[in-house]
């Protein structure tokens, strides 16, 4: 069942499928469209209206967004350990990973917009702080879930997120010291991190 995605190298949430996909062993299915979101002739309207990358077409045309539900669609494409546990609290702890993991990049990439569009002295500066207080705050979540074991070094569509947000900010936060005073996130991240999905899909600019 050959796949299109929609793709970029930089978006953490498209890095969401593509490890998704390479944790399912359904890489070899999927071909990686690289699409620039801002730039109106790449049809990416047509895939997702909302305009935004990731976007999965199926080989019947018809499409789907946003990361969660590719996710969870490839999740149901191949046999083999869930990422996704179909029921029970499980079920809603792995999903509220996710969201808190969604959550740090919507607030990280916010920032990211508020920098790149205004030169520095007219930057909102509450805002900026006002978003990366959620990020910390989600970051301080992690720290204690991972303290109380409720957080393994398995892939779940949980775990496989908050690799994605904590990847991210090393890429464009590089000044953010969020390891400082999460020993655990740091420790569990460095081991998740070498998982041959997560190394082999590392964000990069273009060159
Ligand atoms: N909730 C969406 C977020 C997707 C998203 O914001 N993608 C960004 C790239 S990192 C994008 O395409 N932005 C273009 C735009 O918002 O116009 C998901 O999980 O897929």
Redesign the pocket.
């Given at each position: 069942m050959p796949m299109k995605l929609r793709f970029?190298p930089t978006?953490?949430?498209v890095r969401k499928v593509v490890v998704t996909a390479a944790e399912k062993g359904l890489a070899d299915q999927l071909t990686l469209v690289k699409t620039n979101?801002a730039d109106p002739a790449s049809g990416l309207e047509r895939d997702n209206p909302l305009?935004?990358?990731?976007a999965l077409v199926l080989e019947d045309g018809s499409s789907l967004?946003?990361?969660?539900v590719i996710c969870e669609y490839l999740d149901g494409q191949a046999k083999g350990r869930k990422l996704i546990p179909a029921r029970g609290p499980k079920r809603f702890a792995t999903l509220k990973l996710q969201a808190t993991a969604?959550g740090v990049l919507d607030a990280a990439?916010l920032v990211m917009g508020e920098r790149r569009q205004r030169p520095e002295d007219k930057q909102h500066q509450p805002f900026i702080e006002k978003q990366m207080k959620k990020v910390g705050n989600a970051l301080d979540s992690f720290e204690r879930l991972l303290e109380a074991k409720q957080i393994g070094r398995a892939p779940t569509i949980g775990t496989i997120s908050m690799g994605c947000a904590l990847g991210y900010l090393d890429f464009r936060f590089p000044d953010y010291k969020w390891r400082k005073g999460r020993p655990k996130l740091a420790r569990w991240y460095k081991s998740f991190a070498k998982r041959p999905s997560m190394a082999g899909s590392v964000p990069k600019d273009a060159a």
């Open positions: 970029s978006s953490p949430y979101a305009g935004k990358v990731p967004f946003d990361s969660p969604d990439i």
